[in-house]
């Protein structure tokens, strides 16, 4: 699971990030909120964690941010606001669920795990083939296919925002972050992709993005 940690306690951070890699999560620990950066790639991420009580932001604005992008990937509260008051408004905002601290670590996980398995399933259908997302293969016609970690990283955003034509501004950001990639290198992985999915599985959208139907 890629998890996207917004923490600014440096201790509670460092001590979370080292647990949940512990547990075979990759985490992407943001201890400065302002270096969150386009919001967009937040869309990469399995799960979000999300502090309130932040320094420069706080976080029911970046939750606000994020579902106003149209982006569902699933946000866990964790924070040490514990009032309904403030569990109604997150939620209202679009939390999918509300962990106050202190709290156990054990816990975390078993909520970050039922998130995803709650959003995703632990398997896609696509047509008549499947993809396996803990196997992190794609099952058709009686076969296995492996795709290169790029080409995987991008079939799972497509699988979060499956329906939802993703920009490919958007998959720049997400998979490549600030590296100098263009448009061609975008097209040469969803043609790895195509060829284990079923024909016409994406969609292009010429000058916009691709969409998974």
Do not use: H
Not at 14 to 31: F, I, P, S
Not at 43 to 56: N, T
Not at 67 to 86: F, M
Not at 131 to 153: C, M, P, Q
Request: net charge neutral; aromatic share 6%.
């Amino acid at each position: 699971m890629k998890i996207l940690l917004v923490e600014d306690d440096t201790l509670l951070g460092g001590g979370l990030k080292e647990y949940l890699e512990r547990q075979g999560c990759e985490v992407t620990w943001v201890e400065d909120e302002r270096k969150l950066g386009d919001i967009e790639k937040v869309a990469s991420f399995d799960v979000v964690v999300l502090d309130l009580i932040l320094k420069y932001k706080s976080g029911e604005e970046i939750l606000k941010e994020i579902r106003e992008k149209g982006i569902d990937v699933p946000v866990l509260i964790l924070t040490a606001k514990g009032s309904i008051e403030d569990k109604e408004t997150c939620f209202n905002l679009g939390a999918d669920d509300y962990l106050t601290k202190p709290f156990e670590p054990k816990e975390l996980v078993l909520r970050i795990r039922s998130l995803v398995r709650r959003v995703r399933g632990e398997k896609v259908t696509i047509g008549d083939a499947e993809v396996d997302i803990k196997g992190r293969v794609v099952r058709r016609g009686g076969r296995e296919f492996k795709l290169s970690k790029t080409a995987w990283d991008l079939l799972m955003l497509l699988v979060r925002n499956r329906g939802k034509v993703v920009t490919t501004e958007t998959i720049l950001n997400c998979v490549w972050g600030d590296k100098p990639v263009g448009s061609d290198v975008v097209r040469a992985y969803i043609k790895e992709i195509r060829k284990v999915l079923p024909e016409g599985a994406i969609e292009t959208r010429k000058g916009v993005g691709y969409r998974l139907l």
